[in-house]
């Protein structure tokens, strides 16, 4: 499985920002999806998590409220879609494959992961 991300960007504080993430070379329609985040110095953290039907997802306390994660299983592609943005929220953003139909706040859990794409937030 390889997996594409787009839509990252500067936006300033308060601004709205889409992120979408596409499978080549497999179908990932039976898989659990994720978002995590990297910020400078800091370790990747879970952002947010859709279970392979997309009827379950999990957030991040520091994001809920504020993001969104769907899927399109016809298109191989999830999306994270971020609301009243924070200088907090800059980070490099991947997308990730679960190893199961659900998605675990856990990095461990994820088999293939995205290049991630770039998110910065100005203040």
């Known amino acids: 499985v390889q997996l594409q991300a787009s839509g990252g960007g500067l936006v300033q504080a308060g601004g709205s920002l889409s992120l979408s993430c596409t499978a080549s070379?497999?179908?990932?329609?039976?898989?659990?999806l994720g978002w995590f985040r990297q910020a400078p110095g800091k370790e990747r953290e879970f952002v947010a998590g859709i279970n392979w039907r997309g009827g379950s997802t999990n957030y991040a306390d520091s994001v809920k409220g504020r993001f969104t994660i769907s899927r399109d299983n016809a298109k191989d592609t999830v999306y994270l879609q971020m609301n009243s943005l924070k200088p907090d929220d800059t980070a490099v953003y991947y997308c990730?494959?679960?190893?199961?139909?659900?998605?675990?706040?856990?990095?461990?859990?994820?088999?293939?992961w995205g290049r991630g794409t770039q998110v910065t937030v100005s203040s």
């Open positions: 070379k497999r179908t990932i329609s039976n898989n659990g």
């Open positions: 990730a494959v679960s190893r199961s139909s659900y998605a675990s706040s856990l990095p461990e859990s994820y088999t293939y």
